[in-house]
């Protein structure tokens, strides 16, 4: 079965500072890669889609990675900020279908003034 | 504002009942979705509709039926809730496979 497994399950940092957050997915190939953000009581918002061959993507101060080779993502935020508190979930489209986009759990990202 | 409108935002229901979630978009998009989020886990899709007319079933089907009712709206049905039903609800809407997916704001149920 396709896996995705994020870590830290949890992570907190103070303003002003920056921290990658990691994504680590199974062998099955894959069409497309996104993260997405989920502050709480509210839907997941897009951040980011990668393909597999591209290997970074820019959203203003968030800059996600990709490692096909060793099937690992990572997404960094820069010059963190209060409103930056929220769960971040890396999310495989392993064939393009709908029945194959599989959710990591998320990060729980604490950003402390 | 566009996006998808998911109502109602909390429910309650005693084990048995029966209630429809309700789903629209206002982004003419063609793809909409059903998922679920339980505590540490990654949400899981319930049931699909790719285009207005179809529907598919997703990872956890079992005791929830849908209604792609037309293109902008998706209804998820619970007919005997069930304790194990207790989660937030999700739905989502795209228009292309790799494109982005919009999610709504989320139904909170409880199963008691």
């Known amino acids: 079965k396709n896996q995705v497994e994020q870590s830290p399950q949890s992570l907190i940092i103070l303003e002003g500072k920056n921290c990658t957050l990691q994504?680590?997915?199974?062998?099955?190939?894959?069409?497309?890669l996104r993260w997405y953000k989920q502050d709480t009581g509210r839907g997941p918002v897009s951040l980011t889609i990668?393909?597999?061959?591209?290997n970074t993507k820019s959203n203003g101060r968030y800059t996600a990675t990709l490692d096909a080779d060793t099937k690992q993502s990572s997404l960094h935020i820069t010059a963190s900020q209060l409103s930056d508190s929220a769960s971040y979930i890396c999310?495989?489209?392993?064939?393009?279908?709908?029945?194959?986009?599989?959710f990591g759990s998320g990060t729980q990202l604490t950003v402390l003034p | 504002n566009a996006g998808v409108t998911q109502t109602p935002k909390f429910q309650v229901l005693k084990t048995g009942q029966s209630m429809t979630l309700q789903c629209a978009q206002d982004?003419?998009?063609?793809?909409m979705y059903w998922y679920r989020q339980d505590p540490g886990m990654g949400l899981r899709l319930i049931y699909y509709?790719?285009?207005?007319?179809?529907?598919d079933k997703g990872e956890v089907p079992n005791g929830y039926n849908v209604s792609r009712l037309n293109k902008r709206e998706f209804s998820l049905r619970l007919e005997s809730a069930a304790p194990s039903q207790t989660s937030v609800y999700f739905c989502?809407?795209?228009?292309?496979?790799?494109?982005?997916?919009?999610f709504g704001s989320g139904t909170r149920l409880t199963v008691v």
């Open positions: 989502a809407s795209s228009e292309r496979k790799v494109g982005g997916y919009t």
């Open positions: 994504c680590n997915y199974t062998v099955s190939p894959f069409s497309n």
């Open positions: 990668m393909t597999f061959s591209e």
């Open positions: 999310v495989v489209d392993f064939s393009g279908s709908a029945r194959q986009l599989t």
């Open positions: 982004m003419n998009h063609n793809s």
């Open positions: 509709s790719a285009s207005e007319g179809t529907t």
